[in-house]
T-cell receptor, first 115, second 113 residues
Framework: DTGVSQDPRHKITKRGQNVTFRCDPISEHNRLYWYRQTLGQGPEFLTYFQNEAQLEKSRLLSDRFSAERPKGSFSTLEIQRTEQGDSAMYLC?????????????FGAGTRLSVL | DQQVKQNSPSLSVQEGRISILNCDYTNSMFDYFLWYKKYPAEGPTFLISISSIKDKNEDGRFTVFLNKSAKHLSLHIVPSQPGDSAVYFCAASKIQGAQKLVFGQGTRLTINP
């Protein structure tokens, strides 16, 4: 059983650079979510996909952020022209679909540090 | 606008005793609630959930209670063990639609031997 996998685990970048993170969900899960967590806070929703369709985006997701899930399997989250305020843990979660027991399973996250 | 609140940033409990973690929510549209546990350098791990049609759900040492009229839920861990030391997050969602999770700020639980 391979859980949700995220790569890289850590990313250090300079302000103004672009970064891309990858998430591989649990294989049979059709829903994929991205969250962001800052120190002392709980995760905050960014966006979600059902299969390859991006169905909802948070207002937290500025124009510099873009997410894709091209074949309904893995997903990428790109941040362009990074700012120091983008420093956070970026978490990916997947779930099997809609229903009462729609539990989201999380990866270990990618910690981004913008210098 | 903090829709889910965990008002205790930290809690210290002696091993073997009961740990009670609390969570309040403001949005009456939430109808599904979950608790996650998080160790350092790991993602949140699902513990237990409850839908709004129930007021209690048990799984081993973990029990979640839901009081819809008070918009309050709690997680009971008994007996508490040293391995339970972690940050606990309460999360809420709606069963229909995106089912995105809205998290509280977390409570750091420390179990003392």
């Amino acid at each position: 059983d391979t859980g949700v996998s995220q790569d890289p685990r850590h990313k250090i970048t300079k302000r103004g650079q672009n970064v891309t993170f990858r998430c591989d969900p649990i294989s049979e899960h059709n829903r994929l979510y991205w969250y962001r967590q800052t120190l002392g806070q709980g995760p905050e929703f960014l966006t979600y996909f059902q299969n390859e369709a991006q169905l909802e985006k948070s207002r937290l997701l500025s124009d510099r952020f873009s997410a894709e899930r091209p074949k309904g399997s893995f997903s990428t989250l790109e941040i362009q022209r990074t700012e120091q305020g983008d420093s956070a843990m970026y978490l990916c979660a997947s779930s099997a679909g809609q229903g009462v027991e729609n539990i989201q399973y999380f990866g270990a996250g990618t910690r981004l540090s913008v210098l | 606008d903090q829709q889910v609140k965990q008002n205790s940033p930290s809690l210290s409990v002696q091993e073997g005793r009961i740990s009670i973690l609390n969570c309040d929510y403001t949005n009456s549209m939430f109808d599904y609630f979950l608790w996650y546990k998080k160790y350092p350098a790991e993602g949140p791990t699902f513990l237990i959930s409850i839908s709004s049609i129930k007021d209690k759900n048990e799984d081993g040492r973990f029990t979640v209670f839901l009081n819809k009229s008070a918009k309050h839920l709690s997680l009971h861990i008994v007996p508490s063990q040293p391995g339970d030391s972690a940050v606990y997050f309460c999360a809420a969602s709606k069963i229909q639609g995106a089912q995105k999770l809205v998290f509280g700020q977390g409570t750091r639980l420390t179990i003392n031997p």
